[in-house]
């Protein structure tokens, strides 16, 4: 039996993807379409293909993973370090593009490098020593690159003929940003998101159309399908009204068991494909709500988790970023751009007065030092 109006949570590919321009892939890789056999057939047709980035974010496990990396990382300025460790002010690091904001262009820019392992900014003016003054993101799927004629296996780090849009744009003015090697969440986890968006299907399928609890069994002559259906109106309406029901000798009521959601297991199974998710997205569980048995989140290891949801999941996107942005070609030799991660990464006030405490007594920190930790005015602050 078809449910039409279910499936309409996960699309036909061409129904998703034919008013967007095409990107660098051939083609978009099957997507879900019914949570049945044929599931386990259209994932091994999807092996080196990807699943289009508006159907991924409709899974809610992979939408949070990818606000999470975006709105996390986004967040976090970009510091300039000269050669003796100093900081430099750089416009450019502070916000690159004169058309939207600092949060609003790395945050996309993060998107396409977790999606796609692979970032386009184009350099739109330059300082009056060459360097890169303002940029704009272009969006991975209206970029096309066409492919390095040679077999030299360094050929792999070079960029080609850039088109956004089908404008070429000159090499000089292309930033490219490399992920892993991987190709991206949509690229590796083909089979994690088409099992999840299966399973969403599945649960709205359930809601739309809710599992018969009973069947009506006709001993006697068939009936039109008009009589049909103003029999099972009249056998809903009566049981809105009344408990007790009354059939005649040819009509009999069976109970049916097996087909709720609980006896689906669909809570677990969903938990489960969450669970993927955040491996896919090398994320703790609770990054994405999935629940995991014994374990729950505390005041005392919140500061741990958030040092190692930085170190082992954030950091490898944000080097990506910073190391491009460190090439001689956008920084003066010496310098390197990294994010900045203090005030995320920062103690709490308990934790910060306790070595405060401890340090102070011994001179390693002055009180001015101290003050300048817990964001507290100094006395010559005070007086002016």
Same mark, same amino acid.
């Given at each position: 039996m078809a449910w039409p109006r279910a499936l309409r949570l996960v699309q036909d590919t061409s129904a998703v993807t034919a008013s967007l321009p095409r990107g660098p892939v051939a083609a978009d890789g099957p997507l879900v379409r019914?949570?049945?056999?044929?599931?386990?057939?259209?994932?091994?047709?999807?092996?080196?293909?990807?699943?289009? #980035?508006? &159907?991924?974010?409709?899974?809610?496990?992979? *939408?949070? *993973?990818?606000?999470?990396?975006?709105g996390t990382i986004s967040s976090f300025p970009l510091v300039d370090y000269g050669p003796a460790g100093e900081r430099v002010d750089r416009p450019f690091l502070t916000n690159p593009s004169t058309l /939207?904001? +600092?949060?609003?262009?790395?945050?996309?820019?993060?998107?396409?490098?977790?999606?796609?392992?692979?970032? +386009?900014?184009?350099?739109?003016?330059r300082t009056w020593d060459g360097f890169p003054q303002s940029a704009e993101l272009m969006p991975?799927?209206?970029?096309?690159? *066409?492919?390095? %004629?040679?077999? %030299? =296996?360094? =050929?792999?780090?070079?960029i080609g003929q850039i088109t956004w849009n089908g404008v070429p744009i000159p090499d000089r003015d292309v930033i490219r940003f490399d992920g892993d090697g991987t190709g991206?969440?949509?690229?590796?986890? &083909?089979? !994690?998101?088409?099992? !999840?968006?299966?399973?969403? =299907?599945?649960?709205?399928?359930? *809601?739309?159309?809710?599992?018969?609890?009973?069947?009506l069994k006709n001993s006697g002559a068939d009936l039109p399908a008009d009589q049909v259906d103003a029999l099972l109106d009249a056998w809903e309406s009566a049981r809105s009204t009344r408990s007790t029901a009354y059939l005649n000798s040819t009509i009999e009521a069976?109970?049916?068991?097996?087909?709720?959601?609980? %006896?689906?297991?669909? /809570?677990?199974? #969903?938990?489960?494909?969450?669970?993927?998710?955040?491996?896919?997205?090398n994320l703790d569980p609770i990054w994405v709500g999935a629940g995991v048995p014994g374990y729950s989140l505390t005041y005392t290891n919140r500061q741990?988790?958030?040092?190692?949801?930085?170190?082992?999941?954030?950091?490898?996107?944000? #080097?990506?970023?910073? %190391?491009?942005?460190?090439?001689?070609?956008?920084?003066? #030799?010496g310098h390197r751009v990294l994010f900045d991660t203090d005030t995320f990464l920062r103690a709490s006030t308990t934790e910060l007065t306790d070595l405060i405490a401890r340090l102070v007594p011994l001179e390693v920190l002055s009180p001015e030092q101290a003050a300048e930790l817990l964001d507290l005015p100094t006395t010559g602050e005070m007086n002016t």
């Amino acid at each position: 039996m078809a449910w039409p109006r279910a499936l309409r949570l996960v699309q036909d590919t061409s129904a998703v993807t034919a008013s967007l321009p095409r990107g660098p892939v051939a083609a978009d890789g099957p997507l879900v379409r019914d949570a049945s056999g044929l599931l386990l057939d259209a994932i091994r047709a999807s092996y080196g293909q990807k699943v289009t #980035r508006p &159907v991924a974010l409709r899974v809610p496990a992979f *939408a949070r *993973a990818y606000k999470l990396y975006t709105g996390t990382i986004s967040s976090f300025p970009l510091v300039d370090y000269g050669p003796a460790g100093e900081r430099v002010d750089r416009p450019f690091l502070t916000n690159p593009s004169t058309l /939207t904001t +600092y949060t609003a262009l790395m945050a996309r820019t993060v998107g396409d490098l977790v999606a796609h392992d692979t970032a +386009y900014w184009r350099v739109t003016s330059r300082t009056w020593d060459g360097f890169p003054q303002s940029a704009e993101l272009m969006p991975y799927e209206q970029v096309n690159s *066409a492919p390095v %004629d040679t077999t %030299d =296996a360094m =050929a792999v780090y070079e960029i080609g003929q850039i088109t956004w849009n089908g404008v070429p744009i000159p090499d000089r003015d292309v930033i490219r940003f490399d992920g892993d090697g991987t190709g991206g969440w949509l690229a590796t986890g &083909v089979d !994690a998101i088409n099992t !999840a968006a299966a399973l969403e =299907a599945a649960v709205l399928r359930s *809601a739309e159309v809710p599992s018969p609890s009973f069947i009506l069994k006709n001993s006697g002559a068939d009936l039109p399908a008009d009589q049909v259906d103003a029999l099972l109106d009249a056998w809903e309406s009566a049981r809105s009204t009344r408990s007790t029901a009354y059939l005649n000798s040819t009509i009999e009521a069976e109970g049916l068991t097996g087909y709720s959601p609980n %006896d689906l297991q669909l /809570t677990e199974a #969903r938990n489960a494909a969450a669970t993927m998710i955040g491996r896919l997205c090398n994320l703790d569980p609770i990054w994405v709500g999935a629940g995991v048995p014994g374990y729950s989140l505390t005041y005392t290891n919140r500061q741990d988790l958030y040092r190692q949801l930085v170190d082992l999941s954030l950091m490898p996107v944000m #080097r990506a970023i910073t %190391d491009r942005l460190s090439g001689n070609d956008v920084t003066p #030799r010496g310098h390197r751009v990294l994010f900045d991660t203090d005030t995320f990464l920062r103690a709490s006030t308990t934790e910060l007065t306790d070595l405060i405490a401890r340090l102070v007594p011994l001179e390693v920190l002055s009180p001015e030092q101290a003050a300048e930790l817990l964001d507290l005015p100094t006395t010559g602050e005070m007086n002016t």
